[in-house]
């Protein structure tokens, strides 16, 4: 199991942090150490209705896991586990990355999500005319492009034709191909701002001028229209792998295509057939999608090209194989909360989670009461000279430099704190860049690094839920080295260990009488009663091929399978000896099986299943060693309290 996700598994059964605990009531004591009832309660009311094994609520035997749990972490702890250098630094970097998900404006993010569900369900076409300014430019150059984008604006407001205005003043590169078209788009393709723009414009409309990080635009919109939803569709496949060619996979395609002409019913050909196993279980059925959601634009393409449900595809090549696809159901696009968390992942990536950046340090201002030092911000425009872009600055001594900038709680900052963030090359500069907008810049990203990192340092203790999260890790990780290190790594070095493990209940792994056989398909009884007659004349299977199978047309198809007793599930009446014949129907379907060979029960050997022996062998240990534990710390439950919250917890 992967490392992470073995961490949160123990935390979901187990975890819960406890709070600073005054005179509450022990349920427990592990080596003198007390644990609560109440983070019993807690954790046990969080996990039981997501707990699938009955044993484990039961309170006793949830309890009994319990124990074994806190046992384990003291085992840790004496071991010196929380001290390790590797330990501390995992858990940092999964309090930081944990943090970011604390670093942001719920509301506004929220309100984001929702609009871009909105503007999902629709795409528009929309020409636009560019004129370039970089972010920093000065007043003269930013004044100069917008005069220009107002003058284009104004000439197609007087009657001239967009696209010819857009050849005379556009500066994006791709208007002498497009005539400034930019085709069919949605939600997440243009940066923020030009898509709200587009959004707020209406068909035929001409929007105002406004800004993107590129310069101004102004757009059109010509035409807007409702997006495609989903699709769910059924697919046998024929694999082409190392022991099927491509002209193989094809005539066995073209075999099941065939069976499907006759009426044989699509799900018991998927189930017998396919070579997709996640899908052949469920006769075929993939889960619907959407456009661009496979990895195959073919199979895409012609699933969505099916109009009526049941239709089928002619057999389609994909790098996977061939395939035979069949339309089970069209659906209308995906509701908001089908597509909530998608949206989230996307508003973070995108270039309006700027806006919830904003929001959320506006938040922190006020939590801290922090205010715009201008006295600050002039200062430095004054006294930062305009060659510092090219020779640097040499910074004079000045007693301004310990002057308060700010204050964050007990925390100061001072000018000169600002000074070396500059320094710090966290700021942009372009050409483009001049004093005043540098030190402006340089002042709202110092103000916003710092109350961020204020907050972040100061999670745990402003936020109870981040705190309990991280508690629940800082365990869980420890947890898995202690296992690593006791039984798992343990477990797979002990070569010997593991050998006399399986000796000693070897019998323990037998596999059970197995029949090799020989399966005939058919939709047509005479077909099989064919087969058979065949079959009991001693035919080969090779034989009865070439008599059933004429030319091109493929009556029955042919495989060899194994059925072991006990696992594989055997039809009704199936008969268990070498050379017999059962029939079995299925809809219009019917499967004629003859077994070839019986295959006695036998003990298998430690090579073939030593990856189950491996996990026994690791259960068997750590049984062992919990043993060991019980006997090292002492355990001692408070049976008055066990009394209380069994009372509690079964109301």
Excluded: C
């Excluded at 981040?466 to 508690?471: C, H, K, S």
């Amino acid at each position: 199991m992967h490392k992470k996700s073995l961490i949160f598994f123990f935390g979901f059964i187990f975890f819960g942090l406890a709070n600073a605990q005054q005179e509450e009531e022990v349920l427990l004591t592990v080596d003198n150490s007390p644990v609560y009832i109440s983070e019993f309660k807690r954790v046990y009311l969080k996990n039981i209705d997501l707990v699938k094994d009955d044993s484990q609520k039961d309170i006793d035997e949830y309890l009994e896991l319990f124990i074994n749990y806190k046992l384990k972490l003291r085992e840790a702890q004496a071991l010196g586990l929380d001290k390790k250098e590797s330990y501390l630094k995992e858990l940092n970097g999964y309090k930081k990355q944990l943090a970011a998900g604390y670093l942001t404006d719920t509301r506004t993010s929220e309100a984001l999500v929702k609009e871009a569900y909105n503007r999902s369900q629709e795409r528009i076409n929309a020409s636009h005319i560019l004129i370039t300014v970089s972010p920093n430019a000065s007043p003269k150059d930013t004044t100069s492009a917008y005069q220009k984008i107002t003058e284009a604006r104004d000439k197609i407001n007087n009657g001239e034709k967009f696209e010819d205005v857009a050849k005379t003043y556009s500066q994006d590169p791709s208007v002498s191909k497009n005539n400034g078209n930019l085709g069919w788009f949605s939600a997440f393709r243009m940066v923020y701002s030009f898509e709200d723009a587009a959004y707020k414009t209406k068909v035929g409309e001409l929007s105002k001028p406004f800004r993107t990080q590129f310069g101004y635009h102004i757009l059109k919109v010509h035409k807007r229209e409702k997006r495609l939803g989903e699709v769910s569709v059924a697919h046998i496949m024929v694999a082409i792998n190392d022991s099927r060619t491509d002209e193989e996979a094809k005539a066995r395609v073209k075999e099941i295509s065939q069976q499907l002409d006759q009426g044989v019913p699509f799900a018991s050909l998927a189930k017998q057939y396919s070579d997709d196993p996640s899908t052949a279980v469920d006769g075929g059925e993939i889960r619907r999608f959407s456009q661009g959601a496979l990895n195959s634009e073919k199979f895409e393409k012609v699933a969505f090209s099916l109009q009526n449900k049941g239709e089928l595809s002619e057999p389609v090549k994909t790098k996977y194989g061939w395939h035979i696809i069949k339309l089970l159901e069209k659906h209308p696009l995906q509701s908001f909360e089908e597509q909530k968390d998608e949206l989230i992942k996307k508003v973070k990536r995108d270039s309006r989670s700027k806006l919830v950046t904003t929001s959320f340090i506006n938040s922190l201002k006020e939590k801290y009461s922090i205010i715009r030092n201008q006295e600050a911000v002039d200062y430095f425009k004054e006294v930062v000279p305009d060659s510092i872009f090219e020779k640097g600055w040499d910074v004079p001594k000045d007693e301004y430099l310990n002057k308060e900038l700010f204050k964050i709680k007990k925390e100061l900052y001072t000018y000169n704190d600002f000074i070396k963030f500059f320094f710090s090359k966290k700021v942009r500069v372009t050409k483009d860049t001049n004093v005043p907008t540098f030190v402006e810049e340089a002042y709202s990203q110092f103000e916003a690094s710092t109350l961020l990192t204020y907050y972040e340092k100061h999670l745990e203790e402003d936020n109870q839920d981040f705190a309990n999260v991280i508690g629940e890790y800082r365990d869980g990780l420890l947890l898995f080295d202690l296992m690593e290190s006791k039984i798992w790594n343990t477990s797979k070095t002990d070569t010997v260990g593991l050998k006399k493990f399986y000796e000693s209940r070897k019998e323990a792994y037998t596999q059970n009488e197995t029949y090799k056989v020989l399966k005939a398909s058919s939709s047509k009884l005479e077909n099989i009663e064919k087969v058979k007659q065949l079959l009991e004349e001693q035919k080969s299977v090779k034989e009865i091929k070439k008599e059933i199978n004429k030319g091109d047309v493929v009556l029955v198809i042919f495989s060899e399978e194994e059925l072991e007793k006990g696992i594989d599930e055997f039809p009704q009446d199936f008969l268990a000896e070498k050379d017999k014949i059962t029939v079995v129907k299925e809809e219009n379907f019917i499967t004629l099986i003859m077994v070839k060979e019986i295959l006695p029960s036998k003990i298998k050997s430690f090579e073939d299943i030593k990856g189950e022996i491996i996990n026994d062998f690791q259960e068997s240990l750590e049984n062992d060693w919990l043993d060991q534990l019980k006997t090292k710390y002492s355990v001692k439950v408070d049976k008055k309290s066990l009394k209380k919250i069994k009372k509690e917890l079964s109301k």
